[in-house]
């Protein structure tokens, strides 16, 4: 991504034009002040070939792709009232009340507070006291996303499909429960959406976290706990 004046670490947010109009990308710089050389080549997306001769003189940097949302919240119209000034042409540094409000809407989309994980990444917002209690894991809308292009979204627990159960209202919807306890992982952990993450519905989740107290259960020996008392 073509990207001046940035540094490792740096935030970037990523706002996509027509039709689409909102931020939709949540990305972290992993390397910047890369020649042209260094990055994958897009020539096949360029319309302008011209365009396209231009962007190699141009700094790069690497993205990480932190979250993906698709939210009203994040469209043009919101983010304007939020203190966009306008469209975003290119790149632009983001003030602290935008800045403060984009990463509320990255998070929103999970009701924040409702199972109680201890969260060794805990965030302190300025005006909020404590949020995030849900680890980032289950938040995440690319982790979520993969784990149920695996495991379907049925409950893998008890089996619900809110689809069927609630027809159009329900279709797709799930929790995604993350089985390792969070004091095990280390700074270099990468989720495994197969083996470390799994669908369940909001009932069966509540008494994931209500059981787990501390010990850790495989989705297995969960299964077996309520399967004990039908
Ligand atoms: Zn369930
Ligand atoms: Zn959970």
Redesign the pocket.
């Known amino acids: 991504m073509y990207y001046h004046a940035s540094q490792i670490g740096d935030i970037v947010f990523i706002y996509c034009t027509k039709p689409l109009k909102r931020v939709m990308y949540k990305c972290e710089v992993v390397k910047c002040n890369m020649q042209f050389s260094e990055c994958v080549d897009d020539r096949a997306f360029w319309i302008d070939i011209e365009e396209y001769k231009k962007s190699q003189s141009g700094m790069y940097a690497r993205l990480k792709l932190l979250e993906q949302v698709d939210s009203n919240n994040l469209d043009l119209n919101n983010l304007k009232e939020n203190g966009l000034t306008a469209a975003p042409q290119g790149p632009i540094k983001v003030a602290k009340k935008l800045e403060t409000y984009l990463n509320k809407h990255f998070n929103d989309f999970y009701s924040e507070g409702f199972?109680n994980?201890v969260n060794k990444d805990e965030q302190y917002h300025e005006g909020h006291t404590i949020t995030s209690t849900?680890n980032k894991y289950?938040r995440s809308s690319i982790a979520r996303m993969k784990c149920i292009e695996y495991h379907g979204s049925k409950c893998l627990i008890c089996g619900i499909d809110f689809g069927e159960r609630y027809g159009k209202l329900g279709e797709g919807f799930i929790h995604v429960?993350?089985l390792k306890p969070l004091h095990t992982i280390g700074q270099d952990y990468i989720v495994d959406y197969k083996k470390d993450l799994i669908p369940v519905c909001p009932n069966c989740?509540a008494m994931?976290?209500r059981i787990e107290n501390g010990e850790n259960m495989t989705a297995e020996e969960i299964k077996e706990v309520l399967e004990a008392n039908f």
Do not use: M
């Open positions: 199972f994980d849900v289950e429960h993350h989740h994931i976290h």
